[in-house]
């Protein structure tokens, strides 16, 4: 396996912590948690667009917004800073009275972080349409900036009347995805119907059309692309708005090569992936972890997206090695063997490269750069 970047772990030290989210009151109820899973992961990084006005954002320094959530809670936290490589990134919104306002601007946010379950029923469930609810958990966030329309569009998942799916919430400030009756934006929050039946999407673009990875490597695309958000009339809100490939090209790589695939005990399978198209338009690279990978690391794969259509994209294998656990920090992988995985790859205006991922069992948030 190759090198292409060199790692720089910047602070020394994670840049949000699990102990902070609980001492706020916002992580994982405890009676919530089958098993200990933390309540620091999934991180995704956006730079704040220009026309988000300085009085709609937690506070005037407010250049980058960082989404994550907990392994099982029923929010979607959120944190800002004013460079995506500092040290020191702001809780937003605990809930309670606790930093529940935008440092004196805007309105305030009601419930917790960005979008709260418990706002609608003290029992974490929300009935959407037709039988299709959304309860239980919220996890993964992926927020795309829609330039176009001046909004924020946040895929999430969680337990539904029929497992666990994806839904979709819009904001207009990127701080509130809840339900107008639940102290949302007049026009945004969660639609009611389906988005997709797999999880733990990371969005991307290529070609002017709209793409998702899934958890297990599939690759999803809208069933119309006049319908990329929103449901045309009459859609069955438990049909899903956007499709799977068939085949998972990651999958279909381990299995090949006999790491994976039935009567194989423990075989390799992508946990958790994101997704950068390159410079030249039709590069994506896949950064991810390995279920059972010992110990798990996060490493990356690419796909020509020029060849051949969507159904048929191909990614490179075997993946080269990024990161894996290497300072006290990150955890300890004798007793955790996941300690370091849920990547997010980011290129700042500048061209600079982050990847944000979470260690210590998904108990907190690191950063680094990535040189190459």
């Known amino acids: 396996m190759g090198k292409p970047y060199e790692v720089e772990r910047l602070h020394g030290r994670p840049i949000v912590e699990g102990e902070t989210i609980r001492a706020l009151g916002i992580g994982t109820d405890q009676s919530r948690r089958k098993k200990f899973r933390g309540d620091a992961m999934f991180p995704m990084v956006i730079r704040v667009p ?41 809780i937003f919104n605990a809930g309670d009275g606790m930093a529940n306002d935008m440092g004196g601007q805007g309105d305030p946010v009601p419930g917790r972080g960005v979008f709260d379950l418990d706002l609608v029923d003290p ?3 929300l009935d959407l349409a037709d039988g299709v609810f959304l309860t239980g958990h919220v996890s993964s966030p992926d927020v795309w900036v829609d330039h176009a329309n001046q909004r924020f569009i946040m895929v999430l998942h969680g337990k539904s009347h029929s497992g666990q799916k994806s839904f979709v919430a819009t904001s207009k400030t990127g701080l509130n995805f809840n339900l107008p009756e639940a102290g949302g934006e007049p026009g945004h929050g969660i639609r009611r119907f389906v988005f997709a039946h797999e999880i733990y999407l990371r969005l991307f673009e290529y070609d002017s059309n709209f793409y998702a990875l899934s958890t297990h490597g599939h690759i999803l695309r809208p069933c119309d692309p006049e319908f990329l958000w929103d449901a045309p009339e009459g859609h069955d809100p438990a049909e899903a708005l956007w499709e799977s490939s068939e085949v998972s090209p990651i999958a279909a790589d381990l299995e090949a090569a006999g790491l994976a695939g039935e009567g194989i005990e423990n075989g390799l399978s992508l946990r958790h992936g994101s997704v950068r198209v390159l410079a030249n338009g039709k590069t994506l690279e896949i950064f991810y ?11 990356r794969s690419t796909a020509d997206l020029s060849v051949g259509d969507w159904q048929s994209w191909k990614t490179s294998f075997p993946p080269d090695e990024i990161l894996r656990q290497e300072v006290d920090w990150e955890g300890d992988p004798e007793r955790d063997s996941y300690v370091v995985h849920d990547s997010y ?10 990847l944000f991922y979470s260690c210590k069992e998904e108990d907190a948030l690191a950063v680094a750069k990535l040189h190459g």
């Open 345 to 354: 790859v980011f290129e700042d205006v500048d061209g600079q490269v982050y």
């Open 50 to 90: 220009d026309w988000v006005p300085l009085d709609q954002r937690p506070d005037a320094r407010a250049n980058y917004y960082l989404y994550f959530a907990s392994h099982h809670g029923p929010s979607i936290h959120f944190a800002w800073a004013d460079r995506v490589d500092s040290p020191d990134w702001a």
């Open 123 to 125: 029992l974490t469930h």
């Open 289 to 299: 972890s390995r279920r059972w990978d010992m110990p798990e690391r996060i490493v």
